[in-house]
């Protein structure tokens, strides 16, 4: 999500991009703006197997450079210089907008151009059906073992077994309310769809949003057969659209940048709505009585992944990346930076050293049950979890995310 200059800048920058595309993080702000993803993306090869990929046994000598496509900010000269210093692998990036700019770039020249990508769960499983990206060797990837369990291997970077990503950073999507305003305290979505607080609700201005509607009544409608947020026959996808049409009549205000949240909630015109944790330590930091909480319908959430070009030129030093930025004190620096969390559970000590009590402030230190409750983001397919062919792609989320707004 992201765009920058200086490091403050590109803080707010990529958290204003993010949001649409994991349109959600760090900076993620005008990423809203620009991950819509296309229909053709989503018309993945469904048909891939892991038995077309070849993945390195070993990492040799640097070939000297290392070409990357990568949100705002994530190759900053804090830990680039360094790594360039210590591997000899000069390091060239290109800050992609969007989820879907990332998946062209990845596609440019033949796929040859760029090394390695840090791309996001709603772009991974399109550049791993289109043959984009290589599978990747854990065993060469010392930090995997020390990674929060539910992010070594997650579906939105590993197919049958395979692994075609490295988990970076991530955050959770929550339920943010101002205590004043809200009382008692929220413990379930069914808040940002009740009329007691009509006038008073913002949420995201994205498809994927479609997810946490659908997370939430896979519980309060369990009749519907609600599985996996991600994967939605047209009936359920229609009862979702529907409690969201009759959520957009209760709505302040939909938010696009992740400053646009914070602005209505620090100025009062919203008391309560969907937002990550770096709102919620920017309110505070600010004054702001506010709290969160994941609701006991679970919640959704967003993780970024290093991934390997199929045709990477340079994957002796694409690997030594990836090794050198899932170290712990690179995550916590990350993390700090764009208001993320490190997939690395080592970074937790970091990141109270760089700054007291922001381990527990972005819930790096969370204990397991924590991401049992998360549904991280995934592009939506035609294909179920199930094999059946019934579920809706991404276009038809894009097309119902437009007929809720109307």
């Known amino acids: 999500?992201?765009?920058?200059?200086?490091?403050?800048?590109?803080?707010?920058?990529?958290?204003?991009?993010?949001?649409?595309?994991?349109?959600?993080?760090?900076?993620?702000?005008?990423?809203?703006?620009?991950?819509?993803?296309?229909?053709?993306?989503?018309?993945?090869?469904?048909?891939?197997?892991?038995?077309?990929?070849?993945?390195?046994?070993?990492?040799?000598?640097?070939?000297?450079?290392?070409?990357?496509?990568?949100?705002?900010?994530?190759?900053?000269?804090?830990?680039?210089?360094?790594?360039?210093?210590?591997?000899?692998?000069?390091?060239?990036?290109?800050?992609?907008?969007?989820?879907?700019?990332?998946?062209?770039?990845?596609?440019?020249?033949?796929?040859?151009?760029?090394?390695?990508?840090?791309?996001?769960?709603?772009?991974?499983?399109?550049?791993?059906?289109?043959?984009?990206?290589?599978?990747?060797?854990?065993?060469?990837?010392?930090?995997?073992?020390?990674?929060?369990?539910?992010?070594?291997?997650?579906?939105?970077?590993?197919?049958?077994?395979?692994?075609?990503?490295?988990?970076?950073?991530?955050?959770?999507?929550?339920?943010?309310?101002?205590?004043?305003?809200?009382?008692?305290?929220?413990?379930?979505?069914?808040?940002?769809?009740?009329?007691?607080?009509?006038?008073?609700?913002?949420?995201?201005?994205?498809?994927?949003?479609?997810?946490?509607?659908?997370?939430?009544?896979?519980?309060?409608?369990p009749q519907l057969g609600i599985t996996d947020p991600f994967e939605l026959t047209q009936q359920q996808m229609d009862a979702v659209v529907a409690l969201l049409q009759q959520q957009k009549t209760l709505l302040k205000k939909y938010w696009s940048l992740a400053s646009d949240a914070v602005d209505l909630f620090r100025n009062g015109d919203a008391a309560i709505g969907a937002a990550w944790p770096y709102m919620t330590n920017t309110l505070r930091d600010a004054g702001a009585h506010v709290a969160e909480t994941i609701p006991r319908e679970g919640a959704t959430g967003w993780a970024d992944s290093w991934m390997l070009s199929a045709h990477a030129q340079h994957p002796n030093c694409a690997y030594m990346w990836i090794n050198f930025v899932t170290t712990p004190h690179v995550q916590a620096q990350q993390a700090l930076s764009f208001g993320e969390t490190p997939a690395n559970t080592k970074a937790c000590a970091e990141m109270d050293k760089l700054s007291a009590g922001s381990c527990a402030k972005y819930h790096a230190d969370a204990p397991a049950d924590y991401f049992k409750r998360i549904s991280f983001w995934k592009t939506p397919v035609r294909q179920c979890g199930n094999g059946e062919n019934t579920c809706l792609d991404y276009s038809a989320w894009q097309q119902a995310w437009q007929l809720v707004k109307g």
């Open 1 to 221: 999500m992201p765009c920058r200059g200086k490091p403050e800048m590109h803080r707010n920058i990529r958290r204003e991009v993010r949001l649409v595309g994991r349109a959600a993080p760090p900076d993620p702000r005008r990423k809203f703006a620009c991950t819509h993803i296309r229909a053709t993306a989503v018309a993945l090869s469904l048909a891939f197997t892991a038995a077309n990929a070849q993945e390195m046994t070993a990492i040799g000598p640097g070939e000297g450079a290392l070409n990357i496509v990568a949100w705002e900010g994530y190759a900053q000269d804090d830990w680039a210089k360094p790594f360039e210093q210590q591997t000899g692998c000069k390091l060239h990036h290109k800050y992609a907008g969007s989820s879907d700019e990332m998946v062209a770039l990845m596609r440019q020249g033949g796929g040859g151009l760029y090394d390695v990508v840090s791309a996001s769960g709603d772009a991974s499983l399109r550049l791993i059906f289109g043959h984009n990206v290589a599978p990747i060797n854990i065993s060469l990837i010392p930090a995997w073992k020390d990674f929060v369990p539910d992010l070594q291997s997650p579906p939105f970077n590993t197919v049958k077994g395979v692994h075609y990503g490295v988990s970076y950073e991530w955050g959770p999507n929550v339920l943010l309310w101002n205590t004043d305003k809200i009382k008692p305290p929220p413990d379930s979505w069914s808040a940002i769809y009740d009329q007691a607080n009509a006038g008073q609700i913002t949420v995201p201005d994205n498809a994927i949003q479609i997810a946490d509607a659908a997370l939430y009544l896979s519980k309060a409608k």
